[in-house]
């Protein structure tokens, strides 16, 4: 792990977002009486992925979440999660907001895989982090909307295949991450 301690305690945000693509069958059943529940866990399980994060990916500080807040919408093309974490520490929260949706969206598809074997998690991405030294970063606005393994070609950021310094770097997938021990700070 990385050694934080000399960083001061600032209040950080991070926001991340997936979707669970699923059939016109399995959308129906979490629309039922069933669904219902099934978004109240789902919503559990992203809290309590977000709390055991640590536990989970390697070399994660244990930190204290001030709030997290996981919204879980049905839309016509499939379910929509977003997660926010907030804490004042001297770490960032953007592992615990992307596990709070990946562990929400994993519940939704426990509950669907009955009527759709095919349905999948999706588009598991970081949207917002602001706080440390790093500042706010915000991923684009048309990132989300474009197809699977797609990079938005007008963030420039990094321009050149490899101009993230770092094997596989992709042009214009934003800055490259601080990778100090299995966190973003």
């Known amino acids: 792990m990385v050694d934080v301690l000399s960083k001061p305690p600032t209040y950080r945000v991070a926001r991340a977002s997936c979707r669970v693509r699923t059939s016109s069958a ?30 989970l990916i390697p070399l994660c500080h244990p930190i204290r979440l001030d709030s997290v807040l996981v919204d879980i919408s049905i839309g016509k093309a499939g379910v929509t999660i977003t997660a926010t974490a907030e804490t004042v520490e001297r770490t960032g929260v953007e592992m615990e907001a992307l ?8 519940s939704i ?29 915000n991923r684009g606005r048309d ?9 938005p070609a007008d963030e420039g950021r990094h321009p050149g295949p490899h101009a993230s310094g770092r094997p596989g770097g992709r042009p214009g997938a934003g800055p490259p991450p601080r990778h100090r021990g299995g966190r973003a700070s």
């Open 109 to 137: 598809v426990r509950t669907v895989l009955s009527v759709d074997p095919g349905a999948c998690l999706d588009d598991l991405v970081l949207v917002h982090k602001s706080g440390g030294r790093s500042g706010t970063w």
């Open 99 to 106: 596990t709070a949706c990946a562990c929400a969206a994993l």
């Open 26 to 55: 399995g959308l129906r059943l979490l629309r039922g009486a069933a669904g219902a529940d099934s978004v109240s866990t789902a919503r559990t399980a992203g809290l309590e992925g977000a709390k055991r994060t640590p536990a």
């Open 143 to 151: 990132a989300l909307s474009l197809p699977p393994g797609s990079v």
